[in-house]
């Protein structure tokens, strides 16, 4: 793509943001095709409680072996699907991998409590007719309880919210399904919004555990922090912190009051025999 400056004279406009268009060009045309042909995978990381470090779910993150790129995380090909409206037929399938999964673990590990799959949302989802059924559907289909399953929405996908757009989560959460915000304390919501909000978990934000990386973590955001998690536990809302890199942080996170962690520190995103691993050692002391 070349931007005509006058004359017959042909400039490159910027030949990096070329590129990247030419590959995001070529990424949505690609799509469709490489659900069909089974090109995304699933990797999972198991979500960890805080005071007993057992294993209690895992949330599923999408990936995309490209035949000629490799492997593509979600930030490469999510956007160009939520544009598409592809991320429809692919977020069903995702969800429908990741119960089927959920019913594996639980079957495998039964003795080590109640096992959850959390699977992320895009908002073109929310807005999607069929999420109910499609989500009930699924449920049925692989034998798992609604209790089984976490819907994680972002904040930002939920700010300034009508009641039509949460009706549907409504629905999915009086059936039992956990509704978790993503990303919290990323998208300015009003606190006293929460209220209205059809969430069971707060999902704290990366950078709020990146900020307990030092020792003495600012006090400030200790402060936030501390102020989050009272205000969510007030609330009945669980506190699920993300990004959790070192054992420090975890510590300091437990202290602070969170209930659930996630992050490299307890292990990366993987595949589904990792959890299988993990969840035993758990089991078995
Ligand atoms: P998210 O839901 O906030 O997921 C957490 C992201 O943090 C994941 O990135 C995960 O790999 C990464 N992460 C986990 N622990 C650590 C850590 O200790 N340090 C650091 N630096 N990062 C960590 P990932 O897999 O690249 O996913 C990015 C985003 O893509 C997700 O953010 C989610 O919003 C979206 N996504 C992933 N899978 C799906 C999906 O199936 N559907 C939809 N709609 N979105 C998805
Ligand atoms: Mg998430
Ligand atoms: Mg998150
Ligand atoms: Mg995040």
Known sequence: RAKSAGGNRFELADPEADARAITRHGLTTALPAALDRGEFFIEYQPLVHLGDGSVRGAEALVRWLHPQHGVLGPDRFIPLAEH?????????????????????????????GPFRINV???PCQLTHPGLVQDTVDI??????????????????ALIGA??????????????????????????YSNLANLRRLPVS?????????????QFPADPVDLKIVEGIVSLAHSLDLAVTVEGVETGAQAEQLRILGCDTAQGWYYARPGPPERLHELALVDATG
């Open 120 to 122: 992320n949302l895009s």
């Open 84 to 112: 598409t409206g592809l991320i429809v037929p692919l977020g069903r399938w995702v969800l429908e991998q990741s119960v089927r999964q959920a019913r594996s673990w639980r079957e495998r590990n039964a003795d080590a």
């Open 201 to 213: 978990i707060l999902k704290l934000d990366r950078s709020f555990t990146q900020s307990m990386q």
């Open 139 to 156: 449920l049925e289909r692989a034998g798992v309880e609604p209790d089984a399953l976490c819907l994680e929405v972002t904040e930002s």
């Open 162 to 187: 009508d009641d039509d757009l949460l009706k549907p989560l409504r629905r999915l959460a009086e059936m039992g399904v956990d509704i978790a915000l993503d990303d919290f304390g990323t998208g």
